[in-house]
């Protein structure tokens, strides 16, 4: 008799936790527990376990979604807004914080609601909510605890810190601020996505404007009186979901090895310039630029003093590093860059902004310019097909060949719900997208670049283009 898929579910799991043990056994060191609060581990980066735990995920949620009524999947499904909803409240109201000091013993709601100043009842239904989804943990009722989830939304500074000066409440916390930026105005904005999806308005940008702006893109929004917070809060996310990505995932030789010393690169729309701040490390002859709307540039100004304390190292102060306000609907002021370097740029903007800042960098480059855009492949939800390039779509469905069956091929949760929930993200706010390879091409092919490599690292990768 043959396997059945829910049979060589089973098997996949069963192996991948053996490995995992193993791993950690031979490392001597427990597998974490999801009671305790997360603690950085010397195995959290390890590539092979990355992909065998990718694949545990991906094969757990099959099974879940195989067994399960298909009326249970939509009763868990379609209500997700409370989810957000309630991990919003949490990070609003500070509980993860607020818990931290009493440990694995918790905190009665009674207390927790009285620092967070917010109604008893509410916050014990809104943590229990979260803990049966493993967020917290209800050690005897009514008394909660930080799990490994919700102890990596404590923020870096402490609550007296932050009643004394409000506006440094997500500074250094970015997995609390990415919380809260997609709790407030995303989630706002996702309510409109059917209305703008049927009504497919052609004076409206993104569902986002008609939740919260008609007029103003999201980045302009931020500049607004009153926003001060948000812009702090979206960069503060921006930084760390920078600062996942291994270093070398934008120093490799690949990109740079061919560059003289002097070598001007541009990071264009590049905030307060954490990747050229990589670049500068590893390759400290180059020049670099970077390029942001008005307000991004004051922080980056803030950002790079705070790098170099000891003023006369700054790359700023000597000049091997220019901050530039700029904005990349207009000609691009650097002819002639040797690199014009864009992250997590595009996949805000629908084709026809990127064709416009496309055309902006083709005017600008020389013969020997690249193009270098670090930025995500959306994997497909089966297999890629057959012809150039199709490898390197196959690893950006996971990073290691074929997902074996009966998975799917982008490994589901496992690798594409990150890459399928950042591209609601980018409808929701901007009619931005993630792309798959060949958007990418097109992208490249309507402005006068052409698709020369693809680098895959993980969910990272480099994508090099050349002027034709
Ligand atoms: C998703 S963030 C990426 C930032 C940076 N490249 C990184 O990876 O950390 C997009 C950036 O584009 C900038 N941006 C948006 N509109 C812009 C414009 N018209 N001109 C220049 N920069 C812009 C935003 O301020 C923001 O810093």
Redesign the pocket.
């Known amino acids: 008799m043959s396997i059945t898929p829910l049979t060589e579910l089973g098997n996949i799991v069963t192996s991948s936790i053996q490995t995992l043990e193993a791993a950690y056994a031979k490392s001597g060191i427990p597998y974490p527990s999801l009671d305790e609060p997360f603690k950085p581990g010397p195995l959290d980066d390890d590539f092979a376990l990355g992909q065998t735990t990718r694949v545990l995920i991906a094969a757990a949620y099959q099974i879940i979604a195989t067994v399960r009524g298909p009326m249970e999947t939509i009763q868990d499904y379609a209500p997700a807004m409370y989810l957000s909803s309630s991990l919003g409240v949490a990070v609003e109201s500070n509980i993860p914080d607020i818990v931290k000091d009493s440990g694995l013993q918790g905190l009665d709601t009674r207390d927790i609601a009285a620092k967070a100043g917010i109604d008893e009842s509410k916050t014990a239904r809104i943590l229990r909510y979260l803990a049966s989804r493993h967020v917290f943990r209800e050690v005897t009722p009514n008394v909660f605890a930080n799990n490994r989830i919700s102890s990596v939304l404590v923020k870096a500074h402490s609550l007296e810190e932050i009643k004394k000066n409000p506006k440094i409440k997500y500074e250094g916390s970015p997995a609390a601020a990415f919380v809260g930026h997609l709790t407030d105005e995303s989630l706002k904005s996702a309510a409109y996505i059917s209305k703008f999806i049927e009504e497919n308005p052609t004076d409206i940008a993104a569902p986002f404007n008609m939740a919260l702006d008609p007029t103003a893109?999201m980045?302009?929004w931020?500049e607004k009186p009153g926003n001060d917070l948000r812009l702090i809060r979206f960069?503060s996310a921006?930084?760390g979901s920078?600062d996942r990505f291994p270093p070398d995932s934008f120093t490799k030789d690949i990109y740079w090895k061919d560059l003289k010393p002097d070598s001007v690169v541009v990071?264009?729309?590049?905030?307060?310039g954490?990747?050229t701040h990589l670049l500068v490390k590893a390759f400290p002859d180059l020049k670099y630029v970077v390029?942001?709307?008005p307000k991004?540039i004051g922080q980056a100004h803030e950002y790079w003093k705070a790098q170099y304390p000891d003023e006369a190292s700054n790359p700023v102060k000597t000049s091997r590093v220019t901050l530039q306000p700029?904005?990349?609907?207009f000609p691009q002021p650097i002819p002639n860059a040797s690199v014009y370097m864009?992250?997590?740029?595009l996949?805000?903007w629908p084709a026809s902004k990127c064709h416009t800042i496309l055309n902006h960098l083709r005017a600008a480059a020389s013969k020997t310019t690249k193009l270098i855009l670090?930025e995500a492949i959306m994997p497909y939800a089966c297999p890629p097909p057959d012809g150039p390039f199709s490898r390197e779509m196959e690893a950006s469905a996971g990073g290691a060949g074929k997902a074996p069956w009966p998975l799917l091929s982008n490994l589901g949760l496992g690798v594409g719900g990150f890459h399928t929930m950042f591209d609601m993200q980018m409808m929701t706010m901007f009619n931005g997208q993630e792309r798959t390879l060949p958007e990418f091409s097109e992208l490249g092919r309507k402005t006068g670049w052409q698709l020369q490599s693809v680098h895959v690292d993980g969910p990272l990768s480099g994508i090099v283009f050349v002027p034709v």
Do not use: A, E, P
């Open positions: 893109d980045w302009t931020y960069s921006m930084k920078g990071d264009v729309g590049g905030s307060v954490s990747v390029q942001d709307l991004v700029h904005n990349f609907f864009m992250r997590f740029v996949h805000d670090f």
